[in-house]
């Protein structure tokens, strides 16, 4: 059955030449993706914001919708920065922006980490990063919204089963001063773990490097 094979695959695999997928393609590219100009069920989820982008409302009901245009990061940048973004895509900076000052708020932190991904060059294939760009991360705004909606939603009805994030083990702060101190990234002992990742580049080497230590 379809679901027990889900289970078994988890993620779709990608290799350089080749794709496994988590679900079949007749699924995935068709009747369940969101092909520009086809009728697609989806769960809709409208969430209100106020001026500040804070939630005021929230509503989620399954619903026909129907996509308009197949977009990448890079695309949706360019027409962001050259003006030429029509609604609703030209609020995702504004609604970006706006939940990313709410995060700084609350303490939480977002990785610019940059992609590995593997590129073919002269019939060959060699390793590539590319550092996110800043429609990712509003995107992921978006992403990060939904799922406190959707969390507050579970907690009202008392159902549900949260992701939630340990406090960061002793030392890991004092190991990541060093790895700073090792790569030459200034870090004065005024400045929060927290405010440092937010003033680095993802472009810049040594920043990604220490960003990606972040991870570990």
Same mark, same amino acid.
């Given at each position: 059955p379809l679901d027990q094979e889900a289970h078994r695959r988890v993620t779709t695999l990608y290799f350089p030449d080749l794709r496994v997928p988590l679900h079949p393609e007749s699924l995935s590219e068709g009747a369940a993706s969101l092909l520009p100009d086809q009728d697609? /069920?989806? @769960? *809709?989820?409208?969430? %209100?914001? =106020?001026? =500040?982008?804070?939630? +005021?409302a929230? %509503? @989620?009901?399954?619903?026909l919708v129907r996509s308009r245009a197949r977009l990448d990061y890079a695309g949706v940048q360019q027409q962001i920065d050259t003006g030429t973004a029509e609604e609703p895509l030209a609020l995702l900076k504004e609604i970006g922006l706006l939940r990313e000052k709410l995060e700084v708020?609350?303490?939480?932190?977002s990785l610019a980490v940059p992609e590995q991904e593997v590129v073919e060059h002269d019939h060959t294939y060699e390793l590539a990063y590319r550092a996110p760009l800043p429609a990712d991360g509003w995107n992921s705004q978006?992403?990060?919204?939904?799922?406190? #909606?959707? #969390?507050? *939603?579970?907690?009202?009805?008392?159902?549900?089963?949260?992701?939630?994030? /340990?406090? +960061? /083990? %002793?030392g890991a702060v004092g190991r990541l001063r060093h790895? #700073?101190? #090792? *790569?030459r990234i200034d870090w004065p002992h005024h400045v929060s773990y927290a405010e440092l990742v937010r003033s680095l580049d993802p472009h810049r080497p040594r920043h990604a490097a220490f960003l990606q230590e972040c991870t570990t």
């Open positions: 697609r /069920p989806a @769960v *809709l989820w409208t969430i %209100d914001l =106020d001026g =500040d982008g804070r939630t +005021a929230v %509503d @989620v009901t399954r619903a708020e609350r303490g939480g932190i978006i992403s990060l919204l939904t799922g406190m #909606a959707a #969390a507050d *939603l579970m907690l009202s009805l008392g159902t549900g089963i949260l992701r939630t994030l /340990p406090a +960061a /083990p %002793d790895t #700073a101190h #090792a *790569l």
